[in-house]
């Protein structure tokens, strides 16, 4: 049996909290004219982007929200324990439901790695939007990451091999391994191979309902929000995604896609 810490190898081949928090910085920037300094990150998991937000100035604050106990206590024990005090003091995380109202009001709500997809059921989905509609300050933005088109509804496996030091460190697995089309209902995985030859299989499971954009655009205007933009992830000149995001009218209906909703209160 493997003793490899699952939220590492997580960490490592799926957040990019720089870059994550550089993005929402980017939409709320672009969209509003201003810096964004007050932050919540939804589902937020090890809360490794909170961290990386309350270490950019001490002007920056977060607000971490997750139900799961042994995950928020993972990144108090690696995230947390490595902040400042004057940080850990613009930094707090509660476990805590994210479809309740919080307070003070934030500038940004981010929501990353599709985990919205978990509301399965409309009056769900739509008391959660209402929720982070009240939770915004005026001006505020809701950033939702999401993915559709066919690749996310066939029966396939991906995989990805991350070295550390030059040497092979995991491998990554992500598979799609059930789609209902009638409910849009989808079971999905991420498992790790270490370089010892040990599996950690299933290390997450996913049950979500992949929402389409025009379902997604309703449910967020159902609950109050005045504006919606779509920002798309953009390819290089070989066609591989490079990590940018902009903001589009029309998407490009490839096998697989990913965008951020960016809904305006």
Same mark, same amino acid.
């Given at each position: 049996? $493997?003793? =490899?810490?699952?939220?590492?190898?997580?960490?490592?081949?799926?957040?990019?909290?720089?870059?994550?928090?550089?993005?929402?910085?980017?939409?709320?920037?672009?969209?509003?004219?201003?810096?964004?300094?007050?932050?919540?990150?939804?589902?937020?998991?090890?809360?490794?982007? $909170?961290?990386?937000?309350?270490?950019?100035?001490?002007?920056?604050?977060? /607000?971490? /929200?997750?139900?799961?106990?042994?995950?928020?206590?993972?990144?108090?024990?690696?995230?947390?324990?490595?902040?400042?005090?004057?940080?850990?003091?613009?930094?707090?995380?509660?476990?805590?439901?994210?479809?309740?109202?919080?307070?003070?009001?934030?500038?940004?709500?981010?929501?990353?790695? +599709? $985990?919205?997809?978990? +509301?399965?059921? *409309? =009056?769900?989905?739509?008391?959660? +939007?209402?929720?982070?509609?009240?939770? /915004?300050?005026?001006?505020?933005?809701?950033?939702?990451?999401?993915?559709?088109?066919?690749?996310?509804?066939?029966?396939?496996?991906?995989?990805?091999?991350?070295?550390?030091?030059?040497?092979?460190?995991?491998?990554?697995?992500?598979? @799609?391994?059930? +789609?209902?089309?009638?409910?849009?209902?989808?079971?999905?995985?991420?498992?790790?191979?270490?370089?010892?030859? $040990?599996?950690?299989?299933?290390?997450?499971?996913?049950? *979500?309902?992949?929402?389409?954009?025009?379902?997604?655009?309703?449910?967020?205007?159902?609950?109050?929000?005045?504006?919606?933009?779509?920002?798309?992830? @953009?390819?290089?000149?070989?066609?591989?995604?490079?990590?940018?995001?902009?903001?589009?009218?029309?998407?490009?209906?490839?096998?697989? *896609?990913?965008?951020?909703?960016?809904?305006?209160?």
């Amino acid at each position: 049996m $493997s003793r =490899a810490n699952k939220f590492v190898l997580y960490e490592a081949s799926v957040q990019a909290p720089r870059e994550q928090v550089a993005l929402l910085s980017q939409f709320y920037s672009e969209l509003r004219g201003r810096e964004p300094l007050f932050l919540r990150e939804d589902f937020c998991g090890t809360f490794a982007i $909170s961290r990386r937000w309350v270490e950019q100035s001490p002007k920056h604050r977060a /607000l971490a /929200l997750d139900l799961d106990g042994p995950t928020l206590e993972e990144g108090r024990r690696r995230h947390y324990s490595k902040l400042r005090l004057d940080q850990r003091r613009r930094l707090k995380v509660l476990r805590q439901d994210v479809r309740s109202v919080t307070s003070p009001r934030v500038d940004v709500i981010g929501v990353g790695n +599709f $985990s919205f997809l978990v +509301f399965k059921e *409309w =009056a769900d989905l739509v008391r959660y +939007f209402r929720a982070a509609h009240r939770s /915004l300050a005026r001006g505020g933005i809701f950033a939702l990451e999401t993915a559709g088109g066919g690749g996310m509804m066939e029966n396939v496996q991906e995989q990805m091999t991350y070295r550390r030091n030059g040497e092979f460190w995991f491998r990554y697995y992500w598979r @799609q391994r059930r +789609f209902n089309p009638i409910t849009h209902h989808g079971i999905y995985t991420i498992s790790f191979k270490l370089s010892d030859g $040990s599996i950690l299989r299933d290390a997450f499971v996913y049950d *979500w309902r992949l929402w389409t954009l025009p379902e997604t655009t309703k449910a967020l205007k159902e609950a109050g929000f005045s504006d919606v933009q779509f920002y798309w992830e @953009q390819r290089d000149t070989e066609g591989r995604c490079n990590g940018e995001y902009r903001m589009v009218e029309r998407g490009e209906n490839e096998h697989t *896609w990913m965008c951020f909703i960016v809904a305006m209160r």
